[in-house]
């Protein structure tokens, strides 16, 4: 299977969401309205991409893991298995809910699933930053006061954050994005949100949206204090290393090539900046936005184009 799996977006409305998907990935959107999250690689029950190339053009990605699951994923991957990563765009024009994914010690008790997520700053403009974490010596007992006073942005950290910048978001920890931020983000393969607070914001249909407070109250870590940002660079790094996945942020100079061999792993490429090339053919290329697969068995070279490329590689989640 030498052939990357390309996969087609599943937008979402959300009522903190825009239009910049289309502006700044040069995107056509399929309604009018606040679309918020471009889900980009899902295997859920309630939602499945739909892969192109090769032996799996047309098929979901759970039909294309059971089909060909050892040429994709590896030999030993359960074929039931679902896919372990979610990734999605976001287009954050206003502030997102306050919100906690359950750790995977108490996830199943509370009928969700853990999610640990890492955020990828492709634009930001004004003075948008992100919340992340408690602020030091904040406790249950002055988070749970400060809700009920609405003085929560007293207890949580918030920093500033320009484009590059990164963040690994583990499961327990209480976050937020604010309004005016584009990001990548990567995550596990989990759709539980817990909302303990939402600015006094109402959905859609005009209706406050649900909060799960007690919920929330129970998944917070409660020492985890003023997390720091990986701030841009012109280097090579890791900007996420974690038990579910891990995330390499790769700058790459005009013709400069990765080159990836059949058998190891698979991969997903993202790329933030520029194009790539594939195998060599400059008809199939890569390019700003995109979310691929490379399967295990292929063998692959990316090439930047003239202008260079920015990438993010994800692996070490097939083990």
Known sequence: MNHIIRFSPIYQDRVWGGRVLESGLSRTLPREGPIGESWEVVDRP??????????????????????????????????DRPFPILIKWLDCRERLSLQVHPPAEIAPAMGGE???????????????????????GTTRGQFADALVQTKLEECVHRFPVQAGDSILV???????????????????????????????????DGSPRQLHIAESLASIDWDFFEPEPIRAAAEDAIIADSSEFRIRR???????????????????????????????????????????????????????????????ITDRFSQ
């Open 170 to 204: 583990e499961s327990g920890t209480v976050h937020a994005i604010d309004g005016g931020n584009l990001i990548l983000e990567i995550q596990q393969n989990s759709d539980t949100t817990y909302r303990v607070y939402d600015w006094g914001r109402v959905g859609l």
């Open 250 to 312: 790769l700058p790459l100079a005009a013709g400069e090539a990765l080159s990836f061999a059949a058998g190891e792993e698979a991969r997903l490429v993202s790329v933030v900046a520029g194009t790539l090339s594939v195998n060599g053919n400059a008809e199939d290329t890569i390019t700003r936005g995109d979310n691929v697969l490379l399967p295990f068995a292929g063998e692959f070279k990316l090439t930047a184009g003239s202008d260079g490329a920015l990438v993010l």
């Open 114 to 136: 853990p999610k640990t997520e890492n955020w990828f700053i492709a634009e930001t403009s004004g003075e948008a930053g992100l919340i992340v974490g408690l602020k030091k």
């Open 46 to 79: 309630e939602a499945q991409s739909v892969c192109a190339g090769g032996a799996v053009e047309g098929l979901s990605i759970r039909a294309a893991i059971e089909q060909h699951g050892a040429a994709i994923m590896g030999p030993a991957w359960p074929v």
